[in-house]
């Protein structure tokens, strides 16, 4: 079996151990992070070949920043939030999910890793 991602070959096995039908592969080399795709061949003398992809999961949590421009508010001022997230959401970050204690968000965009929106605090 021979490993590769693109035209490249990044690992072979010749360690198979087969048990009710079932091969397993040990060694083979694969590792990446999330969206690397491989793709296995498999030969042996007399068989036709066949060829499986396999992409990588992600396994990763994501984390969210919450930074603000300001560290008091008195009346009358606000502060901008900006909320950084450690990969794309898979749908947009909405600010009906979005819990605030003290005041309230306006303004609120952005997209992919990054939105900001406008703290005003309660009088």
Same mark, same amino acid.
């Given at each position: ?24 592969? $040990? ?7 999330? *969206?690397?795709?491989? &793709?296995? @061949? #498999? %030969?042996? /003398?007399?068989?036709? =070949? ?16 919450? $930074? ?7 009346? *009358?001022?606000?502060? &901008?939030? @900006? #909320? %950084?997230? /450690?990969?794309?959401? =898979? ?31 309660? @009088?």
């Amino acid at each position: 079996m021979t490993v590769s991602s693109g035209a490249t070959i990044v690992g072979s096995s010749h360690h198979l151990n087969a048990v009710n039908g079932i091969a397993t592969f $040990t060694n083979v080399g694969i590792s990446g992070t999330a *969206g690397t795709s491989y &793709t296995l @061949t #498999f %030969t042996s /003398s007399g068989v036709t =070949s066949a060829t499986q992809s396999i992409n990588i999961a992600d396994t990763t949590a994501p984390t969210i920043a919450i $930074t603000s421009d300001k560290t008091a508010l008195k009346s *009358g001022q606000t502060a &901008t939030i @900006t #909320f %950084t997230l /450690s990969e794309a959401a =898979s749908t947009a970050l909405i600010s009906s999910n979005i819990t605030v204690v003290g005041g309230a968000l306006s303004n609120f965009a952005g997209s992919g890793t990054s939105y900001t929106a406008t703290f005003t605090p309660t @009088t």
